[in-house]
């Protein structure tokens, strides 16, 4: 006679599936490490960067994490490079031109103040788009990304 199959195990390994899954979704964009190494995968893939510019505790930062960048950074065919800044932290970090800074200061320089900020470069270190600033409504943020990635993808086709 065939054995009845446990609930209880079917339902521990349902869950620990889903905890899986829901850390997976949950995992932090990259953090911003070597932009310089980067800008060579850009250039050969011919991808812009995002960079999300984030501070500790910000729950817009992680609403927008969540909302719009996961999604994006799971794209089977990636649009973009995706990296994260964090504002407040001294995190090393190489610029564009092979220099050692922090991510503090790197977003000092790029003139990120309010988090979440949302920026696009070229390989060059160049914007190729119009940075967001701040969290705007959810009914145009995420066509708004879209646009800058498509603006950031006008650019690099014109660069050589």
């Not at 339902?11 to 899986?20: D, G, K, Q, S, V």
Request: glycine fraction near 4%.
């Amino acid at each position: 006679m065939a054995r009845p199959s446990n609930p209880g195990r079917l339902f521990t390994a349902w869950i620990l599936a889903w905890l899986a899954l829901a850390a997976e979704a949950a995992a932090p964009l990259p953090a911003a490490r070597d932009f310089a190494a980067d800008a060579t995968v850009m250039r050969s893939e011919r991808l812009p960067l995002m960079v999300l510019f984030s501070r500790s505790n910000c729950p817009w930062c992680e609403k927008v994490r969540r909302e719009y960048l996961d999604s994006i950074a799971a794209e089977p065919t990636p649009r973009v490079l995706l990296r994260q800044v964090d504002m407040d932290r001294d995190t090393a970090l190489v610029d564009f031109d092979g220099s050692n800074t922090s991510h503090r200061a790197f977003a000092q320089a790029h003139r990120a103040r309010l988090a979440p900020t949302l920026m696009f470069f070229g390989p060059d270190g160049r914007q190729v788009a119009a940075s967001l600033v701040g969290y705007q409504t959810a009914d145009f943020y995420g066509a708004l990304i879209d646009r800058a990635i498509d603006d950031g993808h006008g650019l690099m086709r014109k660069t050589p």
